[in-house]
């Protein structure tokens, strides 16, 4: 057996097994930063499932916090579901077959807040602090002419 090959492909294997036993977190997360920069208040879900036999995908207890008033939800949704054409989706179309969305309740209260902490501001490079001052230096150059 040649085990300089076999190793390699073990490790792809182990790696590609990863990815899809990790997809629905990653999912997750992706569209819960995605909804608090849409938002700008906290979005909460509770489970998100990708399927592949059919394609599919489901987002289980969507929280969506208000901005204006962090202890209310601006809504939930208890389940969305998309139900995607395979076939379509194979040649780079996406064509919905199914949606449901169930349980929609609007302005329903948190059991935590749902403000945003603010994100600590970086200090400025020494670099960037020069480029900066070298463009407004440019700046009132040309408004001198």
Do not use: C
Not at 25 to 36: I, N, Q, R, V, Y
Not at 43 to 70: M, N, T, Y
Not at 116 to 131: A, D, G, H, Y
């Amino acid at each position: 057996m040649r085990w300089k090959y076999f190793v390699p492909f073990l490790v792809g294997v182990g790696l590609f097994l990863g990815l899809i036993l990790s997809i629905d977190w990653w999912l997750k997360k992706g569209l819960e930063s995605a909804g608090e920069a849409a938002f700008d208040a906290k979005v909460d879900i509770e489970k998100v499932h990708l399927g592949f036999f059919p394609l599919s995908l489901r987002v289980q207890g969507l929280e969506v916090a208000d901005e204006d008033a962090p202890m209310r939800n601006l809504f939930e949704i208890n389940q969305i579901q998309f139900v995607l054409n395979t076939h379509a989706a194979l040649q780079k179309k996406w064509v919905i077959e199914k949606m449901t969305v169930e349980g929609i309740s609007l302005d329903t209260p948190r059991k935590t807040s749902g403000k945003i902490p603010p994100k600590p501001k970086t200090p400025k490079s020494k670099v960037r602090l020069e480029m900066e001052a070298a463009l407004a230096s440019q700046l009132n150059q040309v408004k001198a002419m």
